[in-house]
């Protein structure tokens, strides 16, 4: 079974929050709609009833006068739109009425003692088991001032349903056109959202086949754009890194290649006995340096890895730079000395440093193992510190770095010149990114290289 995709869900979440808005706002406005016509049912029948009252005055009651009210009743009650009946208050009987549900002569299906007393009444009842909405008004004898019929027009509620069925009707077919456009309108929504979702996927299923084609950015100007431009640059930077572990592997296996061809050739020469005597004795020390070399460069290996995936390797606390960097230049004294060459350190810094003071005295040492093997006579360590963090720079005054290998010197197995196994400023680069700060390789003006730390304010700690 086909999976729904995030489109359609969107469209369906789209329509369904619009269907129960729709559905709750319309039997809200149905209720009010009722309500509505209902009061308004019941005012329409009190302004009737109040102007039939004003013609329908009572003035005496001879024949005469008896007649003329009956002919003015008739000619009144005859423009009312509404059902009507007149109660006579002394015999509490239906003098006279429109509908035929309530006949002349019976006693009102309506309590009006009420309005016998003076008092007008509107309402909700029944007639025959029919709900209707009424009026009573009570109408005064203009000669006796007393109450002589009451007056009470009705209309049935059936009327007032079929008026809110009618508003009902009009609703629903809004309703429907309403939800035809909003499934057309979600259905452009779908394909517009889909199509960079289509495009990104696409990409992704590229990336897996280890196409690293990087994509177009999708121009949509919104956080797909963002997402697109974001997914292309982590496919540059997998490609660089894909092609620099390609490097990597071919490098190592030719690094460890070398002294093993070595260990072996000559073994196989003293078990063929080619090597004898004093000879013998020589290419034993080679393979005694090779293998040496062999366990150095595997045990960087395996310390560089180890730096890259193991977050356990660092242990970070609250240090004080400057006495971790004089220890460190202690630990590379004897190698200046044997190589004529002066250490020199300037500058303060009041602040601390949050990182771990092993590995980084580690990472010190290797910069400056590497300035003294490439100084002529000076190496200077320099420490400052401003709003931006911590800069240590360590200089020399060699021949600084070839142009063509400057972008490389980090790189793991790549060796200047003078190089041991070419994973000591790989190591370092490490230990420095690890600890939240990044390194960069210059020339200096003049001559000589020039390695920059940063750290950022963030992993500073101000002293007391």
Known sequence: MMKPSIGRKLVLSYLLLIVITLAVSGALFVAMIRQY????????????ATHLISVLGTEDNSDMGLLKRQLLTRLALGMVESDYFVVDRRTNRVMTSSSEKIPVGVRPPL????VFQGNGISGEGQVQNKEIVFVALPNVNTRTNQIAQALVLFTELEQVHNVTRSVVNVLVRGFLITVGVMIVLALVMMRTFMRPLRS???????LTRRDFTPPDVIRTGDE???????????TVELHRYDEGQRRFLQNASHELKTPLMAIQGYAEGI????FKGAEADRVLDVISNESVRLKKLVDELVYLSK????????QPKQIELKPLVEESMIRVESLALQKGVRLTLQGEIRSGLHVDPDKLMQALINLLANGIRHAEQSVWVSLQESIDGIRVTIE?????????????????????????????????????????????????PDKGAMFAIQFPASQLAKHP
């Open 111 to 114: 309590n009006l003692q009420s």
């Open 200 to 206: 990104l996927r696409e990409a992704v299923s590229r």
């Open 37 to 48: 016509m209902v009061e308004q049912a019941k005012s329409s029948l009190h302004t009737e």
């Open 396 to 444: 020399d005054d060699g021949s600084g770095f070839r142009e063509k290998d400057k972008d490389r010197i980090f790189e793991r197995f790549f060796r200047g010149d003078k190089g041991d196994t070419g994973l000591g400023l790989a190591i370092t680069r490490a230990i420095i990114e690890k600890s939240g700060g990044t390194i960069m390789a210059y020339n200096r």
């Open 307 to 314: 730096l890259e995936t193991l977050e356990d390797m660092y």
């Open 271 to 274: 078990r063929d006995g080619i």
């Open 224 to 234: 797909f754009e963002e997402l697109s431009a974001a997914f292309r640059q982590m």
